[in-house]
């Protein structure tokens, strides 16, 4: 079974950076899909970004293009999502995601989730 286990979150001010990690294990990683999203506090959960199985590919929404940039170190099984440039409004709780299945953007896309970490940001 696959375990997911987020890490790096924390409190920052406006205009800092945080580089948040995912570790996976239980099945080979470089065979899934890696994603993030995020759910602020009365909000519905939103996709953030993804990446494909060798790291080769990415595709984000178009709000998190320029400040979010997803990875993977597959020697190391962990997915990771650096943020710049933090506002206020990047407050939520952030989740990793993975799948098998190709170019996945919904949620129901993905059945292994992380339990979230979360970031909190100052103005």
């Known amino acids: 079974q696959v375990q997911l286990v987020e890490s790096g979150g924390g409190l920052v001010q406006a205009g800092g950076s945080l580089r948040l990690s995912c570790a996976f294990s239980?099945?080979?990683?470089?065979?899934?899909?890696m994603s993030w999203f995020r759910q602020a506090p009365g909000k519905e959960r939103e996709f953030i970004a993804a990446?494909?199985?060798?790291?080769?590919?990415?595709y984000s929404e178009d709000s998190a293009k320029g400040r979010f940039t997803i990875s993977r170190d597959n020697a190391k099984n962990t997915a990771y999502l650096q943020i710049n440039s933090l506002k206020p409004e990047d407050t939520a709780v952030y989740y990793c995601a993975s799948t098998w299945r190709a170019s996945p953007r919904r949620e129901d896309e993905f059945p292994y989730w992380g339990q979230g970490t979360q970031v909190t940001v100052s103005s």
């Open positions: 239980g099945r080979t990683f470089s065979t899934f899909v």
């Open positions: 990446i494909n199985w060798s790291g080769s590919a990415t």
